[in-house]
Each structure stands twice: as C-alpha cells, then as structure tokens.
C-alpha cells in the first residue's frame, strides 16, 4: 500500500470521526465526552459505539483544550496528533473491511 492509500484511509476515517461526532451531537444533545456516564444502559451502548468513531475528534479538541488552557508543551498536541491520526486509520479500515464484506455478500 502507498502513503497515499494510507492517507485516504486515514482521511475516510476522519469523515467518520465527523460524522459520529454529528449523530452524537443529535441524538444525546450534548458534546462527545470521555468521562461522560449515560444513565441508560441503551443509551451507554450508543455512546461507546459512537466513541468508538468519533473519539479521535474527542482527542484533538482535549489537547488543544490543555495547550490553550492549562499550558501543556506542544509535544503534548503532537502526541495526541498521532495517536488520533493511527485511531483514524484504524477506523478507516475497519469502515472499509466492513464495505468489502458486504460487497463479497451481495456479490
């Protein structure tokens, strides 16, 4: 695989990260957070499932957050980048392996 083809995976899941981060922002009317702690048990099992995708967005903005509010180093941001960036990837090919195996169902 090419660094391009790595770099539309990790965009893929970026898109995804936005989304998720949308239907969050809709169904439980409130920002995805990490130490969030639903009271319903179906309304627990949406909210790890929609962490799952948008949690790389969930990261950016808390170590942007940190820098801006509590002066953390910019390693800090950089750190974060990349895991967020490897979170992405792993969600784009997760969204694509689940496409190619629908595909090879219907085929």
Same mark, same amino acid.
């Not at 995804?16 to 990490?34: K, M, N």
């Not at 784009?92 to 496409?99: E, Q």
């Given at each position: 695989m090419s660094f391009g083809m790595h770099l539309l995976v990790v965009f893929i899941g970026i898109a995804a990260?936005?989304?998720?981060?949308?239907?969050?922002? +809709? +169904?439980?009317?409130?920002?995805?957070? *990490?130490?969030?702690?639903?009271?319903?048990?179906?309304?627990?099992? &949406?909210?790890?499932? &929609? +962490?799952? *995708?948008?949690?790389?967005l969930v990261l950016a903005r808390n170590s942007y957050r940190g820098r801006m509010m509590h002066g953390r180093p910019i390693g800090w941001i950089a750190a974060s980048g990349g895991i967020a960036a490897g979170w992405c990837l792993m969600s784009g090919v997760f969204i694509l392996t689940v496409i190619e195996f629908a595909r090879g169902l219907l085929a």
């Amino acid at each position: 695989m090419s660094f391009g083809m790595h770099l539309l995976v990790v965009f893929i899941g970026i898109a995804a990260a936005g989304v998720a981060q949308s239907a969050y922002r +809709l +169904l439980i009317s409130d920002r995805p957070r *990490f130490d969030k702690r639903p009271e319903a048990p179906s309304k627990a099992v &949406l909210h790890v499932i &929609l +962490l799952l *995708f948008c949690g790389p967005l969930v990261l950016a903005r808390n170590s942007y957050r940190g820098r801006m509010m509590h002066g953390r180093p910019i390693g800090w941001i950089a750190a974060s980048g990349g895991i967020a960036a490897g979170w992405c990837l792993m969600s784009g090919v997760f969204i694509l392996t689940v496409i190619e195996f629908a595909r090879g169902l219907l085929a």
